[in-house]
């Protein structure tokens, strides 16, 4: 059900102008961390030659290409204009379209597979979207998602996130309530989003990796640049607090420091499902 705190369609629209900001930092910071998905989720769709495939949130473009890779049939949407510009400059032999995933432009039953890299972080009507993704698939067509876990597992976003709770900073007002950002962390939660939609074969997986980062400055910028939610969580607070909020990420972050930088635990839900034959 949806929760009626959320204001959705503000929430959409703060997350749509965000990414149009946030495009370099995001492909600088979090490329070499969600490519590392792009291949679990082209296998939970069995993804093949000849394949009709759609890539939603597909920001550059990557998880699209590799589907090309293998040599599937490929379109790539995402809301933000300046993501599909980079993701044509990245890869201008594929197709990539604006769209919404709450509303995508192709008729029913249009794609083999469908998956979508994290986007499910950022939607204010997760299971609409969900029905939309269900609703493109052919009969038999498979759908695989990806999110983060919980922030003591994935860490990347985890260290910044504890920063701000032992600061004592509260969200900034003008930011619109969203969805819980970790409720899909919760297997039973990820697995009941896709048999709500009446997908079959559902299953959720845990995927745990290490992410290097050259020192707790380049972690810094990275998630203020490379976020929305998270960005304007801490450029939305005072000078003050931001100091304090820093003074606790440079403490928190110390346990993960190793010769030459910070090594950084990554854990990763996948859920995939198929729409009934």
Do not use: C
């Not at 993701?87 to 594929?94: G, T, V």
């Not at 939305?236 to 909020?245: E, H, K, L, P, V």
């Amino acid at each position: 059900m949806t929760d009626p705190t959320v204001d959705a369609d503000s929430f959409n629209a703060f997350e749509a102008a965000g990414w149009e900001a946030q495009v370099a930092g995001y492909d600088e910071f979090f490329v070499p961390i969600t490519t590392r998905l792009v291949e679990p989720l082209l296998d939970a769709t069995e993804i093949g030659g000849g394949d009709r495939v759609l890539d939603v949130a597909s920001g550059p473009g990557h998880v699209a290409a590799g589907a090309a890779g293998r040599g599937a049939s490929v379109v790539g949407v995402d809301i933000a204009e300046g993501m599909l510009s980079l993701a044509r400059r990245l890869h201008p032999e594929l197709e990539f379209r604006r769209g919404d995933a709450e509303a995508l432009p192709f008729p029913d039953g249009s794609f083999d597979a469908v998956v979508a890299n994290f986007l499910m972080l950022h939607v204010g009507r997760p299971e609409q979207v969900v029905d939309e993704l269900a609703r493109v698939l052919v009969p038999g067509g498979r759908l695989a998602l990806t999110v983060w876990d919980v922030p003591g597992r994935a860490r990347v976003l985890g260290v910044l996130l504890e920063a701000v709770a032992a600061a004592g900073a509260s969200p900034p007002q003008d930011i619109p309530v969203g969805p819980p950002f970790f409720r899909f962390a919760d297997d039973e939660e990820f697995s009941a989003l896709l048999r709500g939609r009446r997908l079959e074969d559902v299953e959720v997986r845990t995927i745990d990796f290490t992410h290097r980062e050259a020192s707790p400055e380049t972690l810094w910028r990275g998630l203020l640049g490379g976020t929305v939610r998270t960005a304007a969580l801490i450029r939305g607070q005072t000078s003050d607090m931001q100091r304090r909020i820093r003074a606790d990420f440079d403490r928190i972050v110390r346990q993960h420091e190793v010769d030459g930088g910070l090594e950084l635990p990554v854990s990763v839900k996948l859920a995939s499902g198929r729409k009934p034959a």
